[in-house]
C-alpha cells in the first residue's frame, strides 16, 4: 500500500520515504520484537506498543527536513531508518540508524535503503561522514554496512552495557569524499 508521501529514495522494490500515521500499526508489530530490540539503545521501548509509535511519529513530525524515514518494499511499510545530524562541531556529521522487520529479514532490503538514505544524507543535508554504532554480537548490521561501504573505524572495549552483559561497540563510517 503506498502513500502520498515525499519519497527521499527508490531502489528497485525499495523506497524511502516519510513516514504516515497508515505505518503505525506495521511499526508497532514490527518493533514490538525482541530479536530488533536486542539491537537498538535502551530508548527504544520494549514491549513496543501502537502507543509508542504514535508518540515516535509526532516527533517524526515536527522534523524539518524529516531524517526519521520509512523503509517500504514492495509497497508495504517494513521498518524506520534515520540519520541523526550531529550539532556544534559535528554538524557535517551523522548518524545512521535503522530497524527492519524480521519477516522482511536477509532479503537485502536493509543494503539498499542504508545505500538511499546515504546518497541522501551527502546530497542533500550537507553532510560530509556517516556514521553507526554497532553492537559486536549484531553481525548482519556489520555485513550490511561492509556492502555498503562503511568501514570499521574502531572497536570500543565493553562500552554496551546490554541484556546484563558488556559488549563491545564497533563503529563504521562512510566518508563523502569515498562515495
Known amino acids: 500500500m503506498s502513500f502520498e508521501n515525499i519519497i527521499i529514495g527508490k ?3 525499495v523506497v524511502l520515504r516519510e513516514i504516515s500515521e497508515a505505518d503505525l500499526p506495521k511499526m508497532g508489530e514490527y518493533s ?16 513496543y506498543t501502537i502507543n509508542d509509535a504514535k508518540s515516535f511519529f509526532k516527533i517524526v513530525n515536527e522534523q ?25 562541531v559535528y554538524r557535517k556529521s551523522a548518524e545512521i540508524g535503522y530497524f ?13 535503503a542504508v ?10 543535508l550537507d553532510i560530509v561522514r556517516i556514521y553507526t554504532v554497532i553492537f559486536e554480537y549484531n553481525k548482519a548490521s556489520q555485513r550490511v554496512l561492509e556492502k555498503c561501504g562503511f568501514r570499521k573505524e574502531a572497536i570500543f ?23
Open 11 to 13: 531502489d528497485g522494490k
Open 157 to 179: 572495549k565493553d562500552a554496551i552495557f546490554k541484556k546484563g552483559k558488556l559488549y563491545n561497540e564497533i563503529r563504521f563510517a562512510k566518508l563523502k569524499r569515498d562515495n
Open 100 to 112: 527492519i522487520g524480521e519477516p522482511f529479514w536477509n532479503r537485502g532490503i536493509t543494503t539498499k
Open 64 to 88: 524539518n527536513p524529516k531524517t526519521f524515514l520509512a523503509i517500504e518494499y514492495e509497497g508495504e511499510y517494513v521498518g524506520n531508518i534515520s540519520l541523526s545530524v550531529g550539532s556544534d
Open 32 to 47: 514490538n520484537n525482541t530479536k530488533v530490540s536486542e539491537n537498538l539503545r535502551d530508548r527504544f521501548p520494549n514491549p
Open 115 to 124: 545505500n538511499l538514505i546515504t546518497k541522501f544524507g551527502f546530497e542533500k
